[in-house]
Every structure is written in C-alpha cells, then in structure tokens.
C-alpha cells in the first residue's frame, strides 16, 4: 500500500473504475479470440474452408472454390499468393469505366464489374456445348492484379468506430501539415439498406462491414449468391436456384457464419523473439522516427462493448469491445503513387439493389477522388507475406518501399537517407511483425 501514499484518491478511482482496456490476443492457434466458444468458431472454420461444388451453386463465373483457397497461409483466414484480376478503360471525359465482357460466343455481354473472373463451371457434363470463359478484351487497358488479404484479427478493425478513423484522418493531416491526409470513405453497409459506414476493408476500402464482405465475397469469388448479393452474373449453366447461399437448421446462412468466424478470430502474433531483439527495436524507432508509422499506425483501440456499428445492425460484444490491437495500418486510403485506376463497382460490392437506390446517399465525387489511392497496407503479419503490394509485385521490403511516392515521398527520402545499418534494422523490425 505503501507506493500509493500522495497519489490523488480520484486518480486512485480513474485506476480502478475506468473501463479496462485490454490488448487483442494474438496467434495462429485456429482458437476464438473469446467472441464465441472454440466448438462454435471450429464449425463455423469448417464453413469457410468447405469447398463449394455444382450442386452448392458455385459459379457460373467464379475464381476458387473455398474461401480457404485464398485466405490460408499459415492458417485459414489468413492471406495467400493468390491474386485477382480487375480491368476498366477510360471514358471520353477520363473517367473510370467498367469493362465489357462478351461471353458464350459474344450472345451476352457482362458489365458493371472491375473483376475478372478466372475460371466458369462450364463447358460440363450438362452443358457440353457452351463457353463462358471470361477473357480480358484489348480494349480493357486498365489492367491490375489485386492480392488475397488477411482476415485474422477484422474484428477488431470492424469494432472501431467511425469516428475513430475520421479523427485519426484530421489528426495525421494536421500533424504532417497537409502532406499525409488519409481519406475517409463512406460505403454502403448492405445488411443495412439506406446506411453508410466508414469503409475499411479490401485494397480500396470497399466494405465497412465483415458481413458485407462476406456477401461481396462468397458472390464474385465464388459466385454463390446469398441474401445480400441475390443476383448471378450470369444465368447461363446456372442450374441452382436463388439464392444459393440459405439458412441452416442453426437459422444462419454461411455468410452469417464466415462473418463470426472472421470476427472471432485472434489477430496476427509477432515473432515474440525477433521483435524482443535490440535491433528490431531499434528498426522499429526509426520506423516512427522518419514517418512510417503516420500511416502504419501501431495501435488502435475499438469502440466500447454495446455500441451498435454497420447501421445498428451488429452490437459490439464484450470479447471485442475495448480492445487495443497493433495492425502496424490507419485503414484509410492514400495515394502513394501506386494506384491502379479502378473505382470500386458499385453494383458488384454493393448488389443491384442498392445501386439502385444509392444515388441519394453515396458521394459519387468522394468514389471518384479515391480512384488512384489504395488502403495503407496494415503490416501485421507481414513477415509471413512473400509478396508485397496490392499487386503483389513488389518482392522485398526495400522495392515496397522504393514505390512508396505520392504523399509518403518525404518520407520514402528520409529511408533513403538512411545508413546501411540502419535501413536493415528497420526489415529486422518489419520480419518481426
Ligand atoms: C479467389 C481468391 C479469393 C477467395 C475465394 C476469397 N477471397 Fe477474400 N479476398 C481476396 C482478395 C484478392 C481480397 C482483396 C480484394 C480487393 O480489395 O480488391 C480479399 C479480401 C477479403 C476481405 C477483406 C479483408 C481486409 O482486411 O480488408 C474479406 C473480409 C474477405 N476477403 C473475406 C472472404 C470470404 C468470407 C470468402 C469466402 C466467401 C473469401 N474472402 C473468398 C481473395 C479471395
Ligand atoms: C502516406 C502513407 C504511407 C507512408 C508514410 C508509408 N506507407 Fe507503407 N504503405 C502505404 C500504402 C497505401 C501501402 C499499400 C500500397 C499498394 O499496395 O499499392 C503501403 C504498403 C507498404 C508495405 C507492403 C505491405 C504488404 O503487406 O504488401 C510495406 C512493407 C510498407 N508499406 C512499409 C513502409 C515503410 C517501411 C514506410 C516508411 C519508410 C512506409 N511504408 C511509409 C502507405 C504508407
């Protein structure tokens, strides 16, 4: 008792009757993050890793058929090498368009989508005769691979609040005196029609909601349409009926499942050893030191349990409210000189539905300005990358670094600058996260 003599008794109450903040658990343990039980979160796993057949809906167009397939390594949720291809051209007035596909021999044309899909169920068994292959017309010279993302951890992103991100937005502009400014952007949250939310998810921050994503996802990777993406991009070889995606016995679809699994996950572990070492330290000083970390922000906290977020559809549980996690990211969009000139698809993320209704509520010239920025790339678990960028054509830290331009080009200098020594202690730092 004796260290608290002369400490004031309401600092006394603030230490013990503020609402305690606790730090994420982290590891690749396959293990909840304490969202549900460990049973629940191995049966709704079993649901992302399942692999979707004919008779499940899967395609016509898709790219792979488990959400696993792209998110695994080193456990599922996790990122991988696999890519995707996004293409557009420009219009007469320099703006983005969305390409025009011709499949089935030219019979129908599919539009309103970046995304090309790689692989078509069919020519098949029941349908011998047709080809639905999409191909990339010469036309489509705006052309751009994006890589799989790391889910581990979302549900800690997605709890932060909106308010959160925007301050953090003002706060970095105003600190770097208007060099950095991250944008905000708002989206559609498609369980909640009419609402927006701030968008944090994927290389452009499309999503602001897992279950959102989720839809998005198990629609144009998969092609498995669901309650939130209820429309096929194409109907030919299409055999089962809308929406493929319907609830169990549990009265949850798989999108509702993927949603938990992901939100119940522990975030990325740092290498405990590598990052304890002197020279990750001291990597990780000069990270902060010449600017890195205005972007590759090292913590957040998220919003207390009980806030409702995604419009009111989602009530923050305990396991994730109050939580302090270090995604080494802000979330927001930037350009850094990189950008791949495709505007996100309204239709294709947000379904035709709200598309529709959207022009009401969705800033058109907010899409627009974000065309050529992208998501700073949160560095969790980024030792465990091989590949880098969104297209995933940078191969070591420093050529990932070199492209950084744009509003991190005072800060891409002072690396330059730095010694040898010193630039090495700053990939120690980044092989430790
Ligand atoms: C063919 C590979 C592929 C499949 C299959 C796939 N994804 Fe992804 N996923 C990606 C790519 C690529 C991105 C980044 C997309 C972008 O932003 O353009 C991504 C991003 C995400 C994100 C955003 C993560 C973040 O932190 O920003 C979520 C959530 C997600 N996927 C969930 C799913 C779910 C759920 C499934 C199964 C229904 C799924 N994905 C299937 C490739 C895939
Ligand atoms: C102005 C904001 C900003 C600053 C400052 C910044 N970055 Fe980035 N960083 C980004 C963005 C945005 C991306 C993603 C770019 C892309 O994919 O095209 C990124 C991507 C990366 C990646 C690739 C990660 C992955 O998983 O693909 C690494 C590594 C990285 N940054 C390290 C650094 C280092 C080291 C510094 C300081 C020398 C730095 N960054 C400064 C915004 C920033």
């Not at 002369?6 to 343990?29: E, K, R």
């Not at 969202?35 to 790219?63: C, M, R, S, W």
């Not at 979330?331 to 698809?345: E, K, P, R």
Request: charged share 20%.
């Amino acid at each position: 008792m004796k260290i608290l003599i002369g400490i004031p008794a309401f600092l006394l109450a603030l230490f013990f009757f503020a609402p305690p903040l606790s730090d994420a658990p982290t590891g690749f343990d396959n293990k909840s993050n304490g969202l549900v039980d460990d049973a629940t979160h191995t049966a709704d796993q079993v649901k992302f890793d399942e692999i979707e057949q004919l008779a499940d809906g899967l395609g016509p167009l898709y790219n792979a058929q488990s959400c696993r397939e792209c998110h695994q390594s080193p456990v599922s949720g996790a990122s991988s090498q696999v890519t995707e291809l996004r293409v557009g051209h420009n219009g007469p007035h320099g703006q983005f368009e969305t390409p025009s596909i011709p499949i089935a021999h030219g019979t129908e044309v599919i539009t309103g989508r970046s995304l090309v899909n790689d692989r078509a169920i069919c020519p098949n068994a029941a349908f011998p005769d047709k080809e639905i292959q999409e191909r990339v017309p010469d036309t489509e010279n705006i052309r751009t691979f994006r890589l799989s993302l790391n889910l581990l951890g979302d549900g800690f992103v997605e709890a932060v609040a909106d308010q959160s991100l925007t301050d953090l937005a003002k706060q970095q502009c105003k600190n770097s005196h208007g060099k950095i400014c991250g944008q905000v952007l708002f989206v559609p949250v498609v369980e909640a029609p009419g609402q927006m939310g701030v968008g944090r998810f994927g290389w452009k921050d499309q999503h602001a909601s897992l279950l959102s994503f989720a839809g998005d996802a198990y629609l144009n990777e998969m092609g498995i349409t669901n309650r939130l993406q209820p429309d096929e991009v194409t109907k030919i070889c299409n055999t089962v009926s809308e929406p493929n995606d319907t609830p169990g016995p549990d009265g949850l679809a798989d999108i509702d499942h993927f949603a938990r699994f992901i939100r119940a996950t522990k975030a990325p572990a740092p290498d405990a050893q590598l990052a304890g070492g002197a020279v990750a330290q001291q990597g990780r000083a000069l990270f902060e030191k010449i600017g890195c970390a205005t972007c590759h922000v090292a913590a957040l906290t998220t919003a207390p349990a009980g806030t409702k977020i995604n419009g009111g559809t989602f009530t923050i549980p305990s396991a994730l409210g109050s939580i302090t996690f270090h995604p080494w990211g802000d979330f927001l969009m930037h350009n850094v000189g990189t950008g791949d000139g495709i505007l996100q698809t309204i239709p294709e993320h947000y379904g035709r539905k709200v598309f529709q209704q959207m022009s009401g509520y969705l800033s058109k010239q907010d899409f627009e300005s974000s065309r050529n920025k992208i998501r700073t790339a949160p560095l969790w678990g980024v030792r465990l990358r091989p590949r880098l960028m969104h297209d995933g054509a940078s191969l070591t830290f420093l050529d990932a670094i070199a492209r950084h331009r744009g509003e991190a080009e005072q800060v891409t200098d002072k690396f330059e600058k730095l010694k040898p020594a010193e630039k090495e202690a700053v990939f120690a730092f980044l092989r430790s996260l």
